[in-house]
């Protein structure tokens, strides 16, 4: 299953998007992150909404996108610049089908950075989202 979010307008480099994008940073970027547990540069160990994880962080074109490796459903997300005028959150699962509850606490995850990145990132407002 997919899910997405946008910002529109954020004014916002790659190179400050994928500054702005670390392990340490992530509590203050997104509330379903509660706690950073430790922190290796690009590997790490996060408390959140569903748990304790080891986290990834991986520089990818045009942003990052960070993986739960340990996570049963192979929970993954990237936040990416699109064009000059927007950014795009987008989070998978390596399901199809799925609990609702579940589903919910993904969307609201979701909803949570859109959240956090406008009120990070200059002029940014959330866009449409969905799964």
Same mark, same amino acid.
């Given at each position: 299953?997919?899910?997405?979010?946008?910002?529109?307008?954020?004014?916002?480099?790659?190179?400050?998007?994928?500054?702005?994008?670390?392990?340490?940073?992530?509590?203050?970027?997104?509330?379903?992150?509660?706690?950073?547990?430790?922190?290796?540069?690009?590997?790490?160990?996060?408390?959140?909404?569903?748990?304790?994880?080891?986290?990834?962080?991986?520089?990818?074109?045009?942003?990052?996108?960070?993986?739960?490796?340990?996570?049963?459903?192979?929970?993954?997300?990237?936040?990416?610049?699109?064009?000059?005028?927007?950014? +795009?959150?987008?989070?998978?699962?390596?399901?199809?089908?799925?609990?609702?509850?579940?589903?919910?606490?993904?969307?609201?995850? +979701?909803?949570?950075?859109?959240?956090?990145?406008?009120?990070?990132?200059?002029?940014?407002?959330?866009?449409?989202?969905?799964?």
């Amino acid at each position: 299953m997919e899910f997405y979010a946008q910002l529109i307008n954020p004014q916002t480099s790659v190179a400050d998007l994928q500054l702005i994008l670390t392990i340490e940073a992530l509590p203050e970027l997104c509330a379903s992150i509660d706690e950073v547990l430790s922190d290796h540069g690009d590997r790490g160990e996060v408390y959140c909404v569903w748990g304790q994880f080891d986290i990834g962080r991986e520089l990818i074109r045009d942003g990052v996108r960070f993986t739960l490796p340990g996570c049963p459903n192979a929970l993954a997300w990237t936040i990416t610049c699109e064009g000059e005028d927007s950014i +795009v959150i987008h989070c998978a699962i390596n399901k199809r089908e799925h609990e609702p509850e579940f589903i919910e606490s993904i969307e609201k995850f +979701v909803e949570d950075w859109a959240n956090g990145l406008a009120a990070r990132l200059p002029a940014a407002g959330t866009g449409g989202g969905g799964s």
